[in-house]
């Protein structure tokens, strides 16, 4: 596969879930590894927001980036009926005792407007949005005139019908970055925000075995090591969410890599996304539903959608640039 470098970028807010399902993990530690991106701040959502936010501050230090700012955003969501994940086994095998007891300050008087100033003071920034996106949506609703600062939003989301993991087909519910709180997801597509959305119907073609994932280890450093333990961790975790919709996973899935190739498709950095389409969706259906691309009808908002991706290569980028983090 052709390697790419990454496009010239004013750089990234990440807004994630760290901490419960692990490809928000492998996600953080890939742009890590992507040379030229700059990470300007990370924002966590949903649940213990503080605990994630000290996952995502630990993996920063593992990877001698301390310096980026790290904040615990909102731990719940706009829509009343509305429910976050929170496996309760969030921080295990990464936080020390230490690393929790520092929790206190990573307290933020007001995290939303913490992003405000931050998009204020680059001037411009891209959104990579891995997890609900409710902060995103406080952000527009508080501070609307930070839009002139926001370049493009990526989101990892929206499902629209051919998503399958091997015979089975995946519900649209399983969207939970836009389901968990649909609020918060409408809010963000009426924005006038150039979106991109990176749905389940490609990133479920991402799945990564066992020993691929533990090749990482060989030879490795310790926090590549840790990526491994915490795949690990996972695995059994996604296979009982799985079943719990009737889907039979091939046993050799450790996990997919959604929030990898949102973060890859935002900053530009492999060839193996095939190519973005226009597409338009239904503003107020949440899950999404594709509309007439030539269809500018009210009700209907124009976005971005990446439509294919070489599976293989991409796993073959992923782990190459994971494996080049020393």
């Not at 399902?21 to 503080?50: N, W």
């Not at 913490?114 to 891995?130: S, T």
């Not at 124009?302 to 073959?316: I, M, N, P, T, Y």
Request: charge should be negative; aromatic fraction near 6%.
């Amino acid at each position: 596969m052709r390697e790419v470098n990454a496009r010239s970028s004013p750089g990234i807010i990440l807004d994630t879930d760290i901490g419960s399902d692990v490809d928000d993990l492998l996600a953080l530690a890939y742009v890590l590894s992507v040379p030229g991106i700059t990470v300007r701040m990370i924002s966590t959502v949903s649940g213990k927001t503080r605990v994630r936010a000290a996952i995502a501050r630990k993996i920063c230090r593992l990877a001698s980036r301390e310096n980026i700012p790290v904040v615990a955003g909102v731990a719940e969501p706009l829509t009343a009926s509305g429910a976050f994940v929170w496996f309760g086994t969030e921080g295990e095998g990464i936080l020390s005792p230490t690393d929790i007891d520092q929790m206190d300050d990573l307290d933020h008087p007001d995290p939303i407007a913490a992003l405000a100033l931050e998009l204020e003071r680059c001037g411009c920034a891209d959104l990579v949005c891995i997890g609900p996106l409710t902060n995103i949506a406080m952000l527009v609703l508080r501070f609307p005139e930070c839009r002139k600062f926001v370049g493009k939003v990526t989101i990892m989301g929206g499902s629209f019908g051919s998503a399958r993991i091997g015979v089975d087909p995946v519900p649209a519910r399983f969207d939970y970055n836009l389901c968990a709180d649909a609020d918060a997801a409408r809010i963000v597509l009426n924005s006038g925000f150039h979106i991109c959305l990176v749905p389940l119907d490609v990133t479920l073609k991402t799945s990564i075995t066992a020993e691929e994932i533990g090749s990482l280890s060989i030879e490795g450093t310790s926090f590549q090591a840790l990526l491994v333990e915490q795949c690990r961790r996972w695995t059994p975790v996604l296979h009982a969410i799985l079943a719990g919709f009737g889907i039979r996973a091939p046993n050799s899935i450790a996990t997919f890599l959604h929030d990898p190739l949102a973060v890859a498709c935002a900053v530009g950095s492999t060839s193996a996304c095939k190519y973005l389409r226009k597409v338009r969706v239904e503003r107020s259906m949440i899950p999404l539903r594709l509309s007439d691309p030539d269809d500018d009808a009210p009700g209907t908002v124009a976005v971005e959608l990446l439509s294919s991706v070489d599976s293989e290569a991409f796993r073959a980028h992923f782990l190459k640039q994971l494996k080049g983090m020393n």
